[in-house]
């Protein structure tokens, strides 16, 4: 059979290229776009749209990589296990299951496609970040100068603390930088400044514990970083009144669970502290199956001392689908089991030692620490993609022999200025 004419063909790469090229930029801008929802009789998030088209385009080359069908047929276990026992529903466990298994599996195609510019791909993530922070910023400054009422910056997230989940790993990338490169230093002092205007007690925690995954790089810095941090959490809790109130209001609703006065996080974490409790003194191991938190609080709300002024305000039900962090979530609905295994993937896939490879982990694990904390959701736009670039960075660690403490240089270009483009490694 004969070719096909040159010219063909080169059409058709340009084609193909101009497709990769957008799926590339909806997919990074995407992971930002979690507050841009879309009501259809239900909310959708716009980003489940880009999802189906882009798997539309990707169809042919569609990767589902073994860790997504272990996934898979664990969570149909749970939610089968759940239904049977009357304590979850079907449709509460379908809405979940196909959100994390499309989202794994778009991901895991995406990063499969990209793996040569896996750097590249954080890199991008990363100036996003910055941009949007950027952004924020103006826009605090625009509503102060309208208004001339301090309100806590949040950009175009939908609260302060979603957009500290979504900056605090480039947060940590420009800080290594800046501490050990003396480069994006710019970077580094926008999103700080963004950091202390949006005044999110989870931001904070997030970047205590950067400070001390970035001091545990050098032994002598060891000893020092726990004073650091406990520094660190002095001065926030003293010259935040935001932070003050919730440390006060957790410490006092922990000690009692009673969270009578308190505000309205205080309330919906200690209130899911409370639903935990009840479902694992029923079912520790298994819990009561994905996507059964919801039904888990309705049962046990009244369990929590004070929660009648909740109820009566109209939040009784504040965070009960996501139980307000990842931990109480996974307790709640996979039990022991689903939790070890959460932790069984931070620590496995996790790249110590130095160099880049351990920097990109670092980074991206700040972000888990602070979803395990405060955050119970399974699949917003963010949440495999870290998953899957925590995978990716591992594996590419792997073939480059750098599991271990190695190191390896950054090369700079001109057309990247102050963001690095790190060298490729051998595939």
Same mark, same amino acid.
């Given at each position: 059979?004969?070719?096909?004419?040159?010219?063909?063909?080169?059409?058709?790469?340009?084609?193909?290229?101009?497709?990769?090229?957008?799926?590339?930029?909806?997919?990074?801008?995407?992971?930002?776009?979690?507050?841009?929802?879309?009501?259809?009789?239900?909310?959708?998030?716009?980003?489940?749209?880009?999802?189906?088209?882009?798997?539309?385009?990707?169809?042919?080359?569609?990767?589902?990589?073994?860790?997504?069908?272990?996934?898979?047929?664990?969570?149909?276990?749970?939610?089968?296990?759940?239904?049977?026992?009357?304590?979850?529903?079907?449709?509460?466990?379908?809405?979940?299951?196909?959100?994390?298994?499309?989202?794994?599996?778009?991901?895991?195609?995406?990063?499969?496609?990209?793996?040569?510019?896996?750097?590249?791909?954080?890199?991008?993530?990363?100036?996003?970040?910055?941009?949007?922070?950027?952004?924020?910023?103006?826009?605090?400054?625009?509503?102060?100068?309208?208004?001339?009422?301090?309100?806590?910056?949040?950009?175009?997230?939908?609260?302060?603390?979603?957009?500290?989940?979504?900056?605090?790993?480039?947060?940590?990338?420009?800080?290594?930088?800046?501490?050990?490169?003396?480069?994006?230093?710019?970077?580094?002092?926008?999103?700080?400044?963004?950091?202390?205007?949006?005044?999110?007690?989870?931001?904070?925690?997030?970047?205590?514990?950067?400070?001390?995954?970035?001091?545990?790089?050098?032994?002598?810095?060891?000893?020092?970083?726990?004073?650091?941090?406990?520094?660190?959490?002095?001065?926030?809790?003293?010259?935040?009144?935001?932070?003050?109130?919730?440390?006060?209001?957790?410490?006092?609703?922990?000690?009692?669970?009673?969270?009578?006065?308190?505000?309205?996080?205080?309330?919906?974490?200690? *209130?899911?502290?409370?639903?935990?409790? /009840? #479902?694992?003194? =029923?079912?520790?191991?298994?819990?009561? !199956?994905? &996507? @059964?938190?919801?039904? *888990?609080?309705?049962?046990?709300?009244? /369990? #929590?001392?004070? =929660?009648?002024?909740?109820?009566?305000? !109209?939040? &009784? @039900?504040?965070?009960?689908?996501?139980?307000?962090?990842?931990?109480?979530?996974?307790?709640?609905?996979?039990?022991?089991?689903?939790?070890? &295994?959460?932790?069984?993937?931070?620590?496995?896939?996790?790249?110590?030692?130095?160099?880049?490879?351990?920097?990109?982990?670092?980074?991206?694990?700040?972000?888990?620490?602070?979803?395990?904390?405060?955050?119970?959701?399974?699949?917003?736009?963010?949440?495999?993609?870290?998953?899957?670039?925590?995978?990716?960075?591992?594996?590419?660690?792997?073939?480059?022999?750098?599991?271990?403490?190695?190191?390896?240089?950054?090369?700079?270009?001109?057309?990247?200025?102050?963001?690095?483009?790190?060298?490729?490694?051998?595939?």
């Amino acid at each position: 059979m004969s070719s096909p004419p040159l010219t063909s063909v080169s059409t058709n790469n340009r084609r193909e290229t101009l497709v990769w090229r957008y799926i590339y930029l909806s997919t990074l801008l995407g992971v930002f776009s979690g507050a841009a929802k879309l009501s259809v009789g239900f909310s959708l998030q716009i980003f489940d749209i880009v999802m189906i088209v882009n798997l539309a385009l990707m169809a042919s080359c569609i990767s589902i990589p073994r860790w997504v069908a272990w996934l898979a047929l664990c969570l149909s276990a749970s939610g089968a296990l759940g239904i049977l026992r009357g304590t979850d529903t079907f449709p509460l466990f379908l809405k979940e299951f196909l959100g994390i298994t499309v989202s794994a599996i778009y991901f895991a195609t995406f990063f499969r496609h990209f793996r040569r510019n896996l750097d590249r791909v954080f890199l991008t993530y990363a100036k996003i970040a910055y941009w949007e922070t950027v952004i924020g910023i103006l826009m605090f400054l625009g509503e102060y100068l309208h208004t001339n009422r301090y309100a806590r910056m949040q950009g175009l997230f939908s609260e302060p603390m979603h957009y500290c989940l979504l900056v605090l790993p480039a947060y940590y990338w420009f800080a290594y930088l800046c501490f050990t490169l003396r480069k994006c230093i710019r970077e580094f002092s926008v999103i700080s400044v963004g950091m202390c205007l949006a005044g999110s007690s989870v931001g904070f925690i997030g970047i205590a514990f950067g400070i001390l995954l970035l001091l545990s790089r050098r032994r002598r810095a060891v000893i020092l970083g726990p004073l650091i941090v406990g520094l660190f959490i002095f001065v926030i809790y003293t010259l935040s009144p935001t932070v003050r109130i919730r440390v006060d209001d957790t410490m006092a609703a922990a000690t009692t669970l009673d969270v009578s006065g308190s505000n309205a996080s205080t309330y919906a974490l200690i *209130s899911n502290i409370v639903v935990t409790q /009840n #479902v694992m003194q =029923v079912h520790p191991v298994l819990g009561n !199956g994905l &996507g @059964s938190n919801v039904l *888990s609080h309705d049962r046990y709300l009244y /369990n #929590v001392l004070g =929660v009648d002024e909740f109820i009566n305000s !109209g939040i &009784g @039900s504040l965070n009960s689908a996501d139980a307000d962090s990842l931990v109480l979530r996974s307790l709640s609905e996979l039990g022991l089991v689903g939790l070890i &295994g959460i932790l069984w993937f931070v620590f496995h896939f996790r790249v110590s030692g130095d160099g880049v490879r351990a920097a990109i982990s670092s980074a991206i694990l700040v972000g888990f620490s602070v979803r395990l904390l405060r955050h119970g959701h399974y699949f917003q736009p963010e949440q495999f993609f870290y998953i899957q670039m925590y995978i990716s960075n591992y594996q590419q660690a792997r073939r480059e022999g750098l599991t271990h403490a190695n190191r390896f240089n950054l090369r700079w270009t001109s057309h990247t200025r102050r963001v690095p483009e790190v060298a490729q490694g051998t595939n």
